[in-house]
């Protein structure tokens, strides 16, 4: 059983920044991708970033230059560090991991909330 507790999200003014963390625990190995989706009301989940257990990353063109994602592999960790936030971020805001061999795994989502 892998489970994926996110933390993090919360409320603040455009231009504020905010930094969202996903701790995964239970059985895990060889941990490939993890990441983050975000899903606004009336929008499908979309993509912000991934990273790769080479470090490689990946940003939806919305995101760039402004978030940031990182890995912490001893503790099974992945951040989300959101900088310049925009009324357009607001979002439920859902991590994932991937291990070699098994579907996808997902946090519950936590809330960011960006007022104008």
């Known amino acids: 059983q892998v489970q994926l507790v996110e933390s993090g999200g919360g409320l603040v003014q455009a231009g504020g920044s905010l930094r969202l963390s996903c701790a995964a625990s239970?059985?895990?190995?060889?941990?490939?991708?993890m990441g983050w989706y975000r899903q606004a009301p009336g929008k499908q989940r979309e993509l912000v970033a991934t990273i790769n257990n080479g470090g490689g990353t990946n940003y939806a063109n919305a995101v760039k230059g402004r978030f940031t994602i990182s890995r912490d592999n001893a503790k099974n960790t992945v951040y989300l560090q959101m900088n310049s936030l925009k009324p357009e971020d607001t979002a439920v805001y859902y991590c994932?991991?991937?291990?070699?061999?098994?579907?996808?795994?997902w946090g519950q989502g936590t809330q960011v909330t960006v007022s104008s």
């Open positions: 239970g059985i895990i190995r060889s941990v490939n991708v």
């Open positions: 994932f991991i991937t291990m070699y061999g098994f579907d996808p795994h």
